[in-house]
């Protein structure tokens, strides 16, 4: 796992990173035609300590970075944006009690959603390995983001 600034960057995920349209997500195939998605730690970082997680329901379909679900922090309110078209499968339900859990484990227990990608050539598009990182910490060192 990469490190960079205190945050980490797992190298056996795949992200969507754009900083114009405030797209710091990571998806992982489950091997059954689905993606866990979730926020990298640089956007948790941006974000601060989340207090409040409404995802989309369950059946939704959305397009590519469109909303899954919105978070709110003390300084912050917006969108989770999907690295992936398709339809929300399952939603972390965890984050409804405890929405920090995303700041706390955002590759593991605080995973946002799963969605059934509608459109197999995204995932081609999301980057991974040391492309992800060089992106990242592009970010990281534009605006000055230290993680944890």
């Given at each position: 796992m990469a490190v960079v600034n205190g945050c980490n960057i797992p190298e056996d995920l795949l992200y969507?990173?754009?900083?114009?349209?405030?797209?710091?997500?990571?998806?992982?195939?489950?091997?059954?035609?689905?993606?866990?998605?979730?926020?990298?730690?640089?956007?948790?970082?941006?974000?601060?300590?989340?207090?409040?997680?409404?995802?989309?329901?369950?059946?939704?379909s959305v397009e590519r970075r469109k909303s899954v679900a919105t978070i709110e922090s003390g300084k912050w309110v917006g969108p989770v944006p999907s690295p992936l078209s398709g339809e929300i499968v399952e939603i972390n339900e965890s984050l409804k009690?405890?929405?920090?859990?995303?700041?706390?484990?955002?590759?593991?227990?605080?995973?946002?959603?799963?969605?059934?990608?509608?459109n197999p050539d995204e995932v081609g598009q999301l980057l991974k390995g040391q492309s992800a990182i060089d992106a990242l910490t592009k970010v990281i060192n534009e605006k000055g983001i230290k993680c944890g």
């Open positions: 969507d990173v754009d900083a114009e349209a405030n797209a710091f997500t990571w998806a992982k195939d489950n091997g059954d035609g689905t993606f866990t998605i979730g926020l990298t730690s640089v956007a948790t970082a941006m974000a601060g300590r989340l207090v409040a997680y409404t995802p989309k329901k369950v059946g939704k009690g405890n929405p920090a859990l995303v700041n706390d484990d955002p590759y593991g227990a605080g995973w946002i959603a799963k969605i059934k990608p509608s």
